[in-house]
């Protein structure tokens, strides 16, 4: 039997058309803008490309050194997404089934990561890494990218661990594993879902984070895609051939890698949701 049609059904389509049109419209301009010469886009803005025109991504490539910054955004996310997950995890683990009288001083000081906003400590965060010799590193950049990810990450691991039974640890423990098999035998693959969700949402965050490696780093060699995107509103902003490619270099990529793996999001979401 089929659902009566209502207004509010009508005016849901209505509202879900228009935001997806409204995000939809002006990422298809930005990628066929990307094929067109700079001349082209002055004179006709809306016009769709004549002639596909791939110089724009050569020279963005090459002459803007995208090449680097692709690269050490790669070396930047995989490398913090993956000790990030890890460290949630293990703090997951540690704060769901330990019942330390500390425990929950412990994740109250986690929650309370969430309220700390990166532009709220940038500057003695700068400070502070200048002294240590840290700035303008790769290691300076990855460690504030795993301080920065863990409060969210440990608070979705320790929720949905907190759902698996304690019987299982507790069988485990009796047949003689330790907490370490536990964790990786019994732990990890229960929490495959919410780990899934974990490493997509970290490598995201931290593929598009642009403020610290603004200000951490001044040498191109060492700065990731975003700061290497906004380069070309400076010096290259005449041409907006080169700007239009240097944005599709950096923005497909991640929603390939959303298309891909969006399932997986929705799933360790709606699974960490009916956890208690």
């Known amino acids: 039997m089929k659902k009566p049609i209502t207004i509010t059904n009508i005016l849901s389509n209505v509202l879900m058309m228009t935001f997806s049109l409204l995000t939809i419209i002006p990422l298809a301009w930005m990628i066929l803008s990307a094929f067109k010469p700079h001349a082209h886009i002055v004179r006709h803005p809306l016009q769709p490309p004549m002639t596909w025109y791939m110089d724009n991504f050569i020279l963005a490539w090459t002459q803007g050194h995208l090449g680097i910054y ?5 070396v930047y996310s995989m490398t913090a997404t993956v000790f990030t997950v890890l460290f949630a995890l293990s703090s997951g683990y540690a704060l769901s089934k330990f019942h330390y009288k500390s425990s929950r001083i412990i994740s109250m000081f986690y929650m309370l990561g969430l ?14 890494e200048t002294n240590l010799g840290l700035a ?12 920065f990810g863990l409060p969210f990450q440990v608070f979705l691991s320790t929720t949905y661990i907190k759902g698996i039974p304690d ?31 974990m490493f997509i949402y970290t490598f995201l965050g931290n593929w598009n984070e642009f ?9 191109l060699t060492v700065r990731s895609l975003p700061v290497g995107i906004n380069s070309f509103a400076g010096g290259m902003s005449r ?28 799933q360790g979401f709606a699974s960490g949701a009916v956890k208690e």
């Open 70 to 74: 692709f690269v050490n955004s790669i």
């Open 115 to 128: 309220l700390i906003t990166v532009h709220s400590v940038i500057i003695p965060l700068f400070i502070m």
């Open 136 to 147: 303008n590193t790769r290691l300076g950049v990855i460690l504030p990218y795993i301080a």
């Open 167 to 197: 019987a299982m640890q507790e069988s485990a423990i009796i047949d003689g594993a330790t907490f370490q098999e536990v964790f990786l035998k019994i732990i990890i693959p229960v929490a495959t879902p919410i780990i899934s969700t």
């Open 211 to 219: 403020i610290l490696v603004l200000t951490l780093t001044s040498d």
């Open 239 to 266: 041409d907006y051939g080169l700007q239009f490619a240097a944005l599709v270099i950096g923005t497909v990529p991640m929603i390939i890698f959303y298309l891909i793996f969006k399932d997986k999001i929705a």
